[in-house]
Each structure stands twice: as C-alpha cells, then as structure tokens.
C-alpha cells in the first residue's frame, strides 16, 4: 500500500507518496510523486494516490490488451485501491449469487437466478429441482470463498483443491485427482493432450506462471491461466468452472475485482476460447478487460 515519507533537506521537511513495487523475484524500489512541504488536503491527496497506483502499473508489458483498454482497466484498480481499499469492497451484495448461477448455466445447470438466490440463502433444494442442481450451486459458492481466502501459491494441490470443491458430492468420478483418460470437449475442434501428459502440463503451465507473472499485465494473466486450463482440461468434470474461478483468484490478488461470465455472453467466451486455442489470447483477453469494465463501472467500453 502507498504511504507518506518525510525527508529532510537542509532546514526543511519534505513530504513523498511512496509506494514499494516488486521489479523482480529478488529486487524492489520505491515509487514516490513529491508532495511539497506539506501534506495536501484529501481530495487533492487522493489524486495523487491514483496517479501513483496508475505509475505502479505502467511497469507491466503488454502483449494482448489494447493500450486504451489498458487505461480504462487500470484506473478501475487505482480507484479500487484508493477509494474502496479491496476488491470485495466493491462487489455488490449479490455478487455471489450472480455469480454461481452464471458458472454453473454455462455447464447446463437449470437452475434460475430466483433458485439459485435460495439455494444459498436457504440451503434447501427449490421444488423440482435436481439434486444435482443444487449440489453444484453450494459447491460454486463453497469454492469461491476457498479462492478468495486463499494466500498461498499456486500450484497443482491448490489446482485439484478447487476442482475438488467443485466436484465432491456429485457424479463425477475423480474428485480433486487429474483424468485417467481422453476427454471430448463438446461442441469444439480442440483435442485435449492425452492423460498421461496433464501433470507435467500442468507443471509447465505454473512454471510459466511464475516466470511471467512480473510481467504480464494482471488480466493478460488471468488470461493465461484460464485459456491453459481449459486447453489442457486436467479433470474429468469440472474444468472450465475451475479455470474461471483461478482467472478471478488472479484478479483478486492484483487489486482487480472478480468477472462474471455471463451465459448470456456464452458464445462469445466460447468463441474467445476457441481463438486462443488456435495460439491468439488477444480475444479473451480483450473480452475480460471488457467485462470487467462494463460491470463495474459506470460506462460501458466501446
């Protein structure tokens, strides 16, 4: 978080907005916007706040998000900080509600909005609904509040954990374990690898992780692990509900509110898979910056 310094020269004391940036895994410095020789007033505070938070950013390449989608991204997460301190302070009250009832339509779950508001309010199952139905909109919930308590690292426990929070009281047969064999992606082109390659797939994918993650723009990625995810499509059931939820894990830990895919917007995100799939993260990418825009702020993108 930034913070004041005072420093003197000469016979004076002079006032900095400071702020310490990681450069790499091994090295940081300080970011400071001079303030003068006294510490200005609130408001006018606060402006420098956001001029320090947008500075801090600038240090991320870009290699998918247009540069003015970039701006507009950017300034959402200065605001965040400045104004609302976290990202969940931001989220609006039903959020989760809105958001398991989104994750789990884009998979054919039939439950409504109204059903699913109290399935999680009430923990009874609506008359005629699915058992199943239900299962998957506690189990949504249940695996949001593990990722957005989660502060440890990403890695291939972390990966099964919310894939087995997704999974566990259901049908599926490998709960929080990678497939044993070949999946079919209903409706797509793209053939996941065989079973045998999903571990060291998914170790090159968090060693890419990590070797970009100083780099790459928070929602680039987001992007990232989410396209990987669904590529490579480590689990028998559950895989895309898993790549959304570690894409917002991502937002969340980069002072980013969490996105909602909405399944009104479904064959959009598919079609935006389906290009990265083919070697292009550009679509998906944009698309996230756009929804992330469009709900949480007050105009839409263009």
Same mark, same amino acid.
């Given at each position: ?14 006032? @900095? ?36 938070? &947008? ?17 507009? $991204? ?18 609006? &009250? ?5 958001? !398991? ?6 998979? /054919? ?7 699913? *508001? ?14 199943? %139905? $239900?299962?998957?909109?506690?189990? *949504?919930?249940?695996?949001?509040? @593990?990722?957005?308590?989660?502060? /440890? ?8 954990? $919310?894939? @087995?929070? =997704? ?12 497939? %044993? ?12 690898? &065989? *079973? ?5 797939? $998914? %170790? ?18 987001? !992007? ?35 996105? =909602? ?15 990265? %799939?083919?070697?292009?993260? &550009? ?12 709900? @949480? !702020?007050? *105009?839409?993108?263009?």
């Amino acid at each position: 978080m930034p913070f004041i310094e005072k420093q003197r020269h000469g016979k004076h004391f002079y006032y @900095y907005l400071v702020k310490t940036v990681r450069t790499s895994s091994s090295n940081v410095k300080k970011i400071r916007i001079f303030l003068g020789r006294e510490v200005p007033e609130k408001k006018i505070l606060q402006k420098y706040f956001l001029d320090l938070e &947008k500075k801090t950013m600038e240090r991320y390449n870009s290699l998918w998000l247009p540069k003015d989608l970039i701006e507009k $991204v950017d300034d959402l997460s200065a605001s965040i900080t400045v104004f609302h301190k976290t990202p969940s302070n931001v989220l609006p &009250k039903d959020f989760l509600v809105r958001y !398991t009832y989104n994750t789990n339509a884009i998979e /054919g779950n039939r439950l409504t909005l109204r059903q699913t *508001a109290l399935v999680l309010s009430d923990k009874i199952a609506p008359e005629g609904a699915r058992t199943d %139905d $239900v299962i998957e909109a506690l189990n *949504a919930a249940d695996a949001w509040m @593990y990722i957005e308590s989660y502060n /440890g690292r990403l890695n291939k426990a972390f990966v099964c954990k $919310v894939q @087995y929070k =997704i999974t566990k009281n259901t049908s599926c047969r490998l709960q929080g374990k990678f497939r %044993d064999s070949q999946v079919r992606i209903m409706g797509s082109e793209h053939v996941p690898p &065989k *079973a045998a390659e999903v571990p060291r797939l $998914v %170790d090159v994918l968090i060693n890419d992780f990590y070797k970009k993650k100083g780099d790459l723009h928070p929602v680039e990625l987001a !992007t990232l692990l989410h396209n990987r995810i669904v590529n490579i499509h480590p689990f028998t059931d559950g895989n895309g509900r898993t790549a959304r939820l570690i894409m917002n894990w991502i937002l969340l830990r980069n002072k980013l509110p969490p996105a =909602i895919i909405e399944v009104v917007n479904k064959e959009e995100y598919y079609k935006a898979i389906e290009d990265a %799939d083919k070697g292009d993260q &550009k679509p998906f990418a944009t698309f996230l910056g756009n929804q992330l825009l469009s709900q @949480y !702020t007050a *105009a839409a993108p263009d």
